[in-house]
DNA sequence: GTAGGGTTAG
């Protein structure tokens, strides 16, 4: 039945009340019951009106509703677009996550003859990330100054947004500070621009300076500058905008109890973030997960998880770092764990989650689990994004992988500087220590600047390439090329240096002139260069000072011993033990992991726990008869033992070290000529290293062991670190 | 008939 035909005043009134009925109608429709509606529509005679057109086509281009290439065919429906139906379809697209679809739309739109208004550009600009305002920010901003459209604050606001996620807030402050008139919108996204790119002090300053210009902050400003007050740790800036918030009128607001909760926890002072979440009335997903986090960063993982278990709703996020609260706290196992439940329960992990589970493959040395994991991503289209491939070039080095590290490192378009610094101390731990050297100049030819991590990769390089004089320029350099002070691991890596080098009075010299308090790595160091340069008295020196850094470490007492058990001195080696036993020092207990199928084992010393431990242990003594056979004797000077304890009693304890156990596994679960991955949480000691040439020669395996400092590749009854270690 | 700024994870 078709509408009578009234006046053109009640025509108007008839129509606009037609139209928000059919908004109403529309908000919750299927597409296909949208096409029924607007037959109805063209039936009734509506559709030829252009209001109802527009209204039909801005219905399409709505978030969770409707389908861009419907919308297409209305627009194409109209002979002669104006400049708001070629917005609706810009917008259409932005929200939907297709910034250069719009770009594309809006090219049609200038070729069709016509031109953007005011609010073409916040449409347009709003989905951009930081690759499309790289490949079309410059230009778009020229077509705002030629369309005369830059004195509006919502274009204004828009483009300093786009300048802000592409990091270059140099332009978008240039852009500001041009600005005639700067509304607090525009304050914010320059704020929260700067915390984007890292520049949390800048944020505060931003923050400070608009109070000095009376623009009244909003609850957006404050969300922003807690969240600086968080990255940057200050707690005491965070306390004060608190204060302010309970003085003003803006609070109870979730997103700023949120924000308040965030920063309280990164600065670690949970009594206050605690009071705050206890105190919310409602609160969110991000409530739960802002407290969880700022648990398992201050070191309690247990209370986050028992957190974490309370939550009604867990998204990625609250998974993500629930994994990664148990990779900070060392609990890589764990954390693979809480990956699969997440799995289980159905939640889809992105990259941030990749990042953390690589993390986890990487501190295990499961290379099965991170080659799955890249796998995974592959299938599941999760895009590798710079810190993926970090996180990717660190797992496969951790792994002892370096070729496929190095394959990573070339496919990254783009590179920081945990990149190139991944990828350095990746070459130099696996005994690249050149081709480090070589990447380290390259970089120093682009615009990542080196940091002293970058440094130690460096610095790692050169010690173990026995590059001494290279690696004493490289030490000058870092503070007269790029203004980054030695710390004392510098000075550890130059002791290390050094004294591998058998330069010991160097490496003496260097200790004596540092300007801090040497650490134990910096004696350790020292020690371990002494033991391969068989230099007995400063040894002794470097195991005092040792003592006194770590008085329960027997580990330089033990490296002692077998130093007097090799020069022949059994009285001192026996006088030595007898002192760590009366001291009751203890030697931190030695466990080694091994990943089979994609599963990993754990060891520790007389480990009895594993469900195949009959297997084991049969092997282990088929094994050392093996190796008896061929050569082996069992060198037991670092082992701890009481005065009557005899030698059988401790070659029975060396037998049992974990990483023996880990390997005898290794051997029972995998076939023949499979490579057997290690890693071990101390230095691997002299007995296991010299077992292990036996066992890759008599079994023909490959075998990788990861120790607390560097790789040992066995194979066929030698070493790639050259009994230097 | 439509517009700009924000928070949780690496």
Redesign the pocket.
């Known amino acids: 039945m078709p509408f009578p035909f009234p006046s053109k005043k009640s025509r108007i009134s008839l ?2 009340s037609a ?2 009925f059919i ?1 109403r109608l529309i908000s919750n429709m299927t597409m296909k019951e949208f096409k029924q509606t607007q037959s109805l529509i063209i039936r009734t005679g509506l559709g030829r009106s252009p ?1 109802v057109k ?2 039909l086509l ?1 219905c399409c281009c709505g978030r969770g509703f409707g389908d861009m290439s419907y919308a297409r065919l209305l627009l194409d429906l109209i002979p002669t677009p ?4 070629w ?2 379809l810009i ?1 259409g697209h ?1 929200v939907r996550g297709a910034p250069w679809a719009a770009v594309a739309v809006y090219v049609e739109m200038l070729a069709s003859g016509v031109g953007p ?7 347009l ?2 989905g951009f990330t930081r690759d499309d305002a790289v490949a079309y920010g410059d230009e778009l901003h020229a077509h705002v100054l030629k369309f005369g459209l830059s004195s ?7 483009l ?2 786009m300048y ?2 592409s990091g270059a807030v140099d332009t978008a402050r240039e852009l500001f500070e041009k600005s005639p008139e700067r ?7 320059m ?3 700067h ?2 790119s890292n520049m949390f002090e800048e944020s505060c300053r931003l923050f400070a300076a608009m109070a000095g210009e009376s623009v009244m ?5 404050y ?2 500058v ?2 600086a007050c ?2 940057m740790r200050g707690l005491e800036c965070g306390r004060q905008i608190h204060r302010r918030l309970m003085n003003g009128n803006l609070l109870p ?4 109890q ?2 308040l909760i ?1 920063m309280y ?2 600065c670690g002072d949970l009594d206050s973030a605690w009071r705050v979440f206890r105190d919310m009335q409602t609160r ?4 739960w ?2 407290v969880v ?1 700022g648990f ?2 201050s070191g309690e993982v247990d209370r986050a998880r028992a957190l974490f278990d309370r939550m009604s709703e867990r ?7 629930m994994i ?2 148990y ?2 706290a060392g609990r890589f196992k764990e954390a693979l764990h809480v990956f699969r439940e997440m799995q289980a329960a159905a939640v889809r ?8 589970l690589l ?1 986890a493959c990487a501190q295990l040395g499961a290379l099965e689990m991170g080659e799955w994991t890249r796998a995974y991503m592959e299938r599941n289209g999760i895009k590798m ?7 990717l070039i660190d797992m496969y080095s951790k792994c002892a992988q370096v070729d496929n590290a190095v394959d990573i490192f070339r496919r990254m378009h783009r590179k920081d500087k945990f990149t190139w610094t991944a990828m350095i101390s990746g070459l130099a731990v696996n005994g690249h220590g050149e081709d480090a050297i070589d990447l380290f100049s390259q970089m120093v030819g682009t615009s990542v600047r080196p940091d002293e991590v970058t440094y130690i990769g460096v610095l790692t390089a050169c010690a173990h390439a026995g590059l001494v004089d290279e690696g004493r320029r490289f030490f000058s350099s870092m503070i007269t090329a790029h203004g980054i002070m030695p710390n004392v691991t510098h000075y550890g890596c130059l002791v290390d240096l050094l004294g591998r080098a058998g330069r010991l009075e160097e490496a003496w010299e260097t200790i004596s002139n540092m300007p801090m308090r040497p650490n134990s790595a910096v004696w350790g160091a020292l020690l371990g260069a002494c033991r391969v340069h068989r230099n007995l008295e400063m040894a002794e020196l470097a195991a005092k000072h040792l003592v006194e850094l770590e008085p329960h470490d027997s580990a330089a007492y033990l490296l002692l011993c077998s130093m007097y058990a090799s020069c022949n001195k059994s009285e001192e080696a026996r006088k030595m033990r007898e002192m760590i036993r009366v001291k009751g020092m203890k030697k931190e207990p030695g466990c080694s992991v091994v990943e089979m199928d994609g599963e990993v084992h754990e060891f520790v010393a007389g480990d009895r726990s594993h469900p195949r431990t009959g297997e084991i242990y049969s092997k282990l003594e088929e094994m050392i008869e093996e190796l008896k056979r061929a050569g082996y004797v069992p060198d037991t000077t670092e082992i701890l033992r009481g005065a009557g304890e005899e030698e059988e009693a401790a070659s029975a304890a060396i037998y049992q070290h974990s990483e023996k156990l880990a390997v005898a596994f290794g051997l029972i679960s995998s076939g023949s000529g499979v490579t057997i991955r290690v890693v071990k949480n101390l230095r691997i000691c002299i007995d296991c290293h010299n077992a292990m040439k036996y066992v890759s020669k008599i079994y023909r395996r490959e075998i990788v062991v990861r120790d607390r400092r560097r790789f040992h590749h066995f194979r066929s009854g030698s070493c790639s670190c050259k009994d230097y270690w």
Not at 117 to 123: E, L, Q, R, V
Not at 183 to 189: E, H, I, L, Y
Not at 284 to 287: A, G, H, K, N
């Open positions: 129509f606009t139209f928000h908004k209001l527009r209204r801005s104006e400049t708001s139906l917005n609706c917008r932005s208004n005011s609010h073409t550009f916040p449409f600009l709003k509006n604050a919502h274009v204004r606001s828009a300093l947004r802000a996620v509304d607090v919108v525009s304050w914010n996204a704020i929260s621009g915390n984007r902050p909003t609850a957006t400003t969300v922003s807690l969240s968080a990255k607001d979730l997103r700023l949120n924000a965030e926890g990164q969110d997903v991000i409530s997960t802002a986090v398992a960063k998204d990625r996020v609250s998974w993500t770092a990664d609260g990779v900070r992990p992105d990259e941030f989650t990749m990042v953390s993390t994004d710079i810190a993926v491939g970090n996180a």
